[in-house]
């Protein structure tokens, strides 16, 4: 498809028609800055093919300052080397009208056909989206999209796959890809995708083989125990029947009868030896017993002897203890008289010193009377005085306030009248003696001198009268003042009742006088009386009293008489009686120790006799001979006894020593608890068997072989629903691959050609570069030789520049397939590589060139420098006819 | 003249594990059924008893109901009963036979022999049982027929379970032996046997009854009772065999080779009725059609026999030309299918002729409409 000529009227900035002629069958480059109306072109191509000319969602396309216009496109171009013309009005005047083959086709018809022609279809509402554009989406690069590639070559895969199994003339499977899904979904519904692992009804048969597998293990296991214990029954029963008929315990007990006889005579044997042990202990025992009273018979002797000895010492302490006593009496007699005279001596002393100490009492206590009756009186005296003194001391008794303020008052006069006499006037006289002058009708005398203060008449007989009016500042005020210090002091002298300070002062010497006095008499008195004068009355009368009642207890008293009175004092009758004492005692104790030792003696002598007459008539008994005989007899008789005893007993302890009644014992034991044993092992054998019996019969109802059989039925059917499930699984699964491995190989054989393309331009600009075409047809996985060697990934993860690149190139290898199935190809590239740099940019345009020998290509740019060596000269928008008619624009 | 009807191994119990759980229910309730007409039998021939020559439980420990409904089963023949253990249901210290006396289940017509004693049945003749008391013996438990001395002149029958010395096939069990001749030693006027499942005629006194059930694909004549009459021990015995049983049991086994084949195996099919119990076992190879054919045919026997196991994993599918094109199968669909068809010669033909199979099936479901056949 070759564009010839594109004519746009009423698009968007273009409002005036835009022509652009001259279309080159290769390159064809325009240039113009940004917002020059260079994107509108593109637009208002894309539109005419892919706008539906009834569709009213393309409002955009209008100028902007005109609502009403009606925006029309008309492109020539060649199909096949055959003219054809679109002519397209949108909005306003809708029309369509496609000229092609010499037909003319109108409206929906024509854009269909078109569509069909190129390779895309419409949309079924609305606006033209990307997945309707198919090839021409795809080979149309709108600016800033040419590195995304995957979805619009989704959008035409239909449209190149076409083309591609066209150009293999080979058929792909008809509906393989629904086989697979067919299969993969029977697949995944036994096996889990990823790891095959069994799921659904394959998984639920699998585990429920593994629990009738335990659950049938178990009925196995049970069995089995039951028929075992079936087994242990039979024998049982066999052993039972057999020791039931055999009873080998009765043997035993028979052996055991024996060995008990055995034993019995054993301990007979044993027995005795033991009777005649005690008959040897008993004879000993007798003999032992007959010489010890033989022995105690010839002790009887040597007791009289002893008796005899001990009689003669108490004898001999007799007549010791006599001679002590007798030796004390005279002593004790002599001390007791003198004692006595002691005593009476001591008495008559203390008569004496009573009656001298009443009679100095009596003295005492009567100067003691006179005394204090002495005090009573000069107290009485020192009363009355001191109760005058406090009378006087009292009456002369001033406040001390009042007489402070006396002297006060009286300085305070004393003052005031110096102002005033300082003040007044005064009046000297020296008058002839017959003169007879009085000042205020006071006569005065010659030589007088007077003040005055207030109008004074000084009457001169005969002369008559002058007064005096003295002057002076504040005499008036000082004559009151002294008035009033007057005054006041009247009335001070008043109320104490003196004439004047000198009376007052006078008056309290008195007082302090007469006080000074007073405490002085109440010294005194305290002196006589310290507890008052009634106290000391109370005193005296007490000791007159108690002089009363001595004087009495002397007169009681005998007077003592005597020599014995005289010369010996209390204390020293004393000691002497004291002494007499002490010697009294000492030999009333040594005589009563000596009639004590006589009295022991005494007794001594009492016992001794007595014990040596009963030992005296021991020996004399007439029977005590015969049983000395008697005893000799019986001692021999005893040895006898032993003799014969030890003999015996020696006798059985040899019989014995040859039988071992310890091993007779356990041979006793042996046989009874081996009979014991076999007796209870039947017992046991028996319960054993009625409870095996039980425990058989209630295992047996639960059916458990039958159990077995139905559950083996179950697995049974389990396992092959297992293997047919495996089997279906294994082979789905195994189909699955083989189908996936021939899709791919089929896929790879079919990407062959685009392969070639591709890698064709990859040469171009990546030499020595490879890429892998996915399975939608979009680049994948691109391997490039850096400096670090090959480098592998995948398209999506290059950077925006090579994968714009690469986005141009592999658009130039999907035309160039599309070509050689005999399809319409024109590429338009608008600002499809403003991400690459210049070294790249260099090798793009290469490649464009290149594929402009078999495409039209379109390029707009707004970079004219950077494409000034695409080999074609550029075309400037603002050159064409009609540019500049439009208003500019806002985008 | 003393007839009796003499049978063996009814097996009473037995799970048939390889079949889907109606057929097996329907197998197991057969047994009983066949109790239910061998009493039916001896009602309508007047015989004076029953001997049934052990095995007549499947196992010692079967339940309860099981037991019960036996001795219901034996109902229809209010004559003599004679039942002797056998292998499966041997008389041991706790038995099946202890639990049915505990429950009181058998009837006072049958008589259980578990011991070796001589009794007189219908007052006709002596009856010498060799009843199994332990589950294998290697001694000869009829050798008492021989020693023992009769008391009075009434003809004899001796009733054991075991295997005849020298008769049977070499693999059959050898344990609970019976010596050959053992009615001509012991002067018996028969001897009834059981162990072995079908009829079998030992010597002219001497018979294996068979079960009266089949219970194996074995064409051995299984499924019938021995009607015996006997007018004196001097005579030979007059034995007829009474057909009891009610399933057929069949074996069919078919290598395939050409489409003929595949027709033989549906025609098989075809003819199949309800008391059918069918194994087919096929080998060789077939197309896809002739499997469809198979497959569809089976399906239609499924449900006409009583069950029908199947066995075809020796079968090797080879798709024809006409095959591919009736599946579409093109584009690489085609190659997965012939690559299948060639692995069905490698080390896992099962595994590609199931896969072979799956794609096959596959494709049949796409496309429904242009499907060659269903």
Partial sequence: MKLKRVRIENFKRFRAPLELCDFADGLNLFVAPNESGKSTVAEAIRAAFFERHKSSAISGLRPWSDSSATPSVEIAFALGGKPARLSKAFLGKKRCQLIIDGKTLEGAEAEDHLGELLGFSFAGKGASSPEHMGIPGLLWIKQGTSHEIAKVVGFASDHLRNAMGDSLGELAATSGDEVIKAVETERNQLLTPSTEAPRGAYGEAIKRRTALLEELQLLRVEINAYRIAVDRLAALRLDHGQDGEARPWLTLRAQLEQAQVKLADALGLAQRRTAQELLLKQASAQVDAQRQQLQLMARDDDAVKLREEKLEAAQDKLAQANGQLQAWEPRHAQAEHASM??????????????????????????????????????????????????????????????????????????????????????????????????????????????????????????????????????????????????????????????????????????????????????????????????????????????????????????????????????????????????????????????????????????????????????????????????????????????????????????????????????????????????????????????????????????????????????????????????????????????????????????????????????????????????????????????????????????????????????????????????????????????????DRLGQMKRVLYDAAQRHQILVFSCHPHAWQDLGVAARELSHAPGYGGGEPSTP | MISFLHTADWQIGRVFAQFETDDAAALFEARFAAVERLASIAADRGVDAVLVAGDVFDAQTVAEKTIRRLFNAMQGFTGTWVLIPGNHDAALAESVWNRAHRLGAIPDNVIVCLEPRPFVVAGKFTLLPAPLTQRHTYADLTEWFATHVPSDDLPRVGLAHGSVQGILPADVDSTNPIAAGRAQSAGLAYLGLGDWHGTKQVDSKTWYAGTPESDRFKANESGQALLVAIESTSLEPIVTAVPTGKFNWRQLEQHMAVDSDVDEVVQALDGVSGNDVLHLRLSGTCNLAGHRKLTAALGAARAKARAILWNAEALRLEPTEEDIQTLRADGFVGEALQELREQQASAEPELARDALLALARILDDQAPAKGACA
């Fill in chain 1, 341 to 838: 005279r002691a005593r009476d001596r001591l008495a008559a002393a203390r008569q004496v010193a009573t009656w001298q100490a009443q009679e100095k009492a009596v003295t005492e206590l009567a100067a003691q009377v006179q005394a204090l009756s002495r005090s009573h009186r000069q107290a009485q005296l020192k009363q009355e005085e001191l109760t005058s003194l406090q009378a006087e001391t009292l009456s002369l008794a001033m406040p001390g306030a009042e007489l402070k303020r006396l002297r006060e008052v009286t300085e305070s006069l004393r003052t005031a009248q110096a102002r005033l006499d300082a003040v007044s006037t005064a009046l000297e006289f020296r008058l002839q003696p017959s003169a007879k002058v009085q000042v205020a009708g006071v006569q005065v005398n010659a030589t007088d001198r007077l003040t005055v203060v207030e109008r004074t008449g000084i009457d001169i007989e005969g002369v008559g009268r002058i007064t005096v009016l003295p002057g002076g500042e504040g005499l008036q005020s000082l004559i009151a003042d002294r008035d009033q210090q007057r005054k006041v002091l009247a009335e001070l002298l008043q109320r104490l009742g003196v004439a004047n300070l000198a009376a007052a002062e006078e008056r309290e010497r008195q007082h302090v006088q007469r006080a000074a006095e007073a405490k002085a008499a109440k010294s005194v008195l305290e002196a006589h009386a310290p507890k008052g004068v009634a106290a000391l009355a109370v005193d005296i009368a007490a000791l007159s009293t108690k002089l009363t009642e001595a004087k009495q207890a002397l007169q009681n008293l005998t007077e003592p008489v005597g020599a014995e009175t005289a010369g010996v004092s209390v204390s020293q009758a004393e000691s002497d009686e004291s002494t007499a004492k002490v010697i009294l005692e000492d030999a009333t104790s040594q005589l009563n120790d000596s009639k004590l030792a006589v009295s022991e003696a005494m007794a001594l002598l009492s016992v001794a006799s007595e014990e040596l007459a009963a030992a005296q008539a021991t020996l004399a008994d007439p029977l005590r001979a015969k049983r000395k005989a008697d005893a000799s007899h019986a001692l021999t008789d005893a040895l006898a006894n032993e003799t014969t005893a030890r003999a015996g007993v020696e006798a059985l302890a040899e019989q014995l020593r040859t039988l071992n009644v310890a091993l007779l014992q356990q041979d006793v034991e042996r046989f009874e608890r081996s009979a014991k044993q076999l007796e209870s092992a039947y017992a046991q054998r028996g319960s054993d068997i009625i409870r095996l019996e039980a425990d058989l019969e209630a295992k047996g109802a639960l059916g458990l072989e039958e159990a077995a059989a139905d559950k083996q039925r179950e697995l049974d059917h389990m396992e092959r629903r297992c293997t047919e499930l495996e089997r279906r699984a294994k082979a789905l699964s195994h189909l699955l691959k083989l189908l996936t491995e021939k899709r791919a190989a089929l896929a790879r054989r079919l990407r062959a050609p685009l392969q070639r393309h591709l890698n064709h331009y990859l040469q171009i600009l990546f030499p020595g570069a490879g890429i892998e075409v996915s399975d939608d047809l979009s680049p994948g996985r691109i391997t490039r030789v850096g400096t670090n060697g090959a480098e592998t990934g995948d398209f999506e993860e290059l950077s925006v520049g090579a994968r714009e690149q690469m986005g141009v190139v592999a658009r130039l290898a999907y035309a160039d397939l599309l070509q050689e199935a005999g399809k319409p190809t024109l590429l338009i590239l608008d600002d499809a590589l403003v991400h690459t740099d210049k």
